[in-house]
């Protein structure tokens, strides 16, 4: 398996599942690919955008890296 493949396929059980991966889902996710668990995990842990419980329907994600906040990404955050 390729890890391109796994994170394509978090994705789109993310989003046909109600914006979250449970459990349950993550562990039918590591026996159909034939993925260990722990790995699946760890992808979902290290990205910000796979999220482990339900959420909001509307979020706004402010981006704080350097790049943009030398475009005003802190200056918008301080708005908010």
């Not at 978090?10 to 914006?19: F, H, R, S």
């Not at 349950?24 to 796979?50: A, C, D, G, N, R």
């Amino acid at each position: 398996w390729e890890r391109s493949v796994l994170l394509e396929a978090l994705w789109i059980v993310q989003c046909a599942q109600g914006g979250f991966l449970s459990d349950t889902i993550m562990k039918e996710l590591s026996t159909l690919l034939m993925v260990p668990l722990i790995q699946i995990q760890e992808v979902v842990s290290f990205y910000h955008l796979f999220k482990t419980s339900p959420v909001q329907p509307n979020q706004i994600i402010i981006c704080n890296n350097p790049p943009c906040s030398f475009l005003g990404g802190t200056d918008l955050f301080e708005a908010c």
